[in-house]
């Protein structure tokens, strides 16, 4: 088996726990010299938007969501994006390598069942891109994931955001609808995206959530 990243053999030693155990081996599907270029968030965060800081408290940017909406998100992203992550994302989602999704996959499906949510929501994508990139890149990581399709985009097609300035991405309209037969009243909301970046998306997804009747919305992406 190759890295998915590098391309590179991977090597696997079993031990005395695989042997007993065989049925339960995960094998490594990249190798450690590319799992050191991913940067994971520790605890010290913003207990907002994830934010990697010393301070346990929110940062400047929740804070005006706090005063906008009258609550805050609680979110939280398991990898920093840099270098590494882009270059990860670059490959899974803007070519199309519907392999990469099992870089993340098991840790991220750990995280979310860590969240004990009601439901699990994932943020949609544009008819226009599952049927140019044959797949939503927030789906890929969730196979296995009992998940709730109670948010739908407005619009057939978008500009991409990773397209646009900050200032272009927070100034976005809201994008989604909610489906008819959507029950979320007094439910806890778990809204799965693939990156933080300002958050507006994310924002833009739970205010409509809040206004279903959810008892509580909060998040997590894969990186922030």
């Not at 519907?98 to 969240?115: K, L, P, T």
Request: glycine share 6%; with cysteine; aromatic share 8%.
């Amino acid at each position: 088996m190759k890295c998915l990243i590098c391309k590179k053999a991977l090597t696997y030693r079993l031990t005395i726990k695989d042997l007993l155990w065989p049925d339960k081996i995960s094998f490594p599907v990249i190798c450690p010299q590319c799992q050191q270029g991913f940067a994971k968030i520790g605890a010290g965060r913003c207990p907002g938007c994830g934010r990697p800081k010393e301070a346990a408290m929110l940062c400047a940017e929740c804070q005006a969501w706090q005063e906008k909406y009258g609550w805050h998100l609680k979110h939280r992203a398991l990898y920093r994006y840099n270098d590494a992550m882009k270059a990860f994302m670059q490959q899974y989602k803007f070519n199309g390598d519907y392999m990469m999704r099992h870089v993340f996959h098991d840790e991220f499906v750990q995280a979310i069942q860590a969240a004990k949510a009601d439901r699990v929501v994932p943020i949609p994508v544009t008819p226009t891109t599952m049927k140019t990139r044959g797949f939503n890149q927030v789906g890929g990581l969730l196979t296995g994931v009992k998940i709730t399709e109670c948010l739908q985009t407005r619009q057939k097609s978008k500009q991409a955001q990773s397209k646009k300035t900050r200032q272009e991405r927070l100034a976005t309209k809201q994008p989604f609808c909610l489906v008819d037969d959507c029950q979320l009243v007094d439910q806890t909301v778990l809204l799965v995206d693939d990156v933080y970046t300002t958050g507006r998306t994310l924002y833009h997804a739970a205010a409509l959530i809040h206004k279903a009747g959810a008892r509580e919305v909060i998040s997590i992406s894969l990186a922030r």
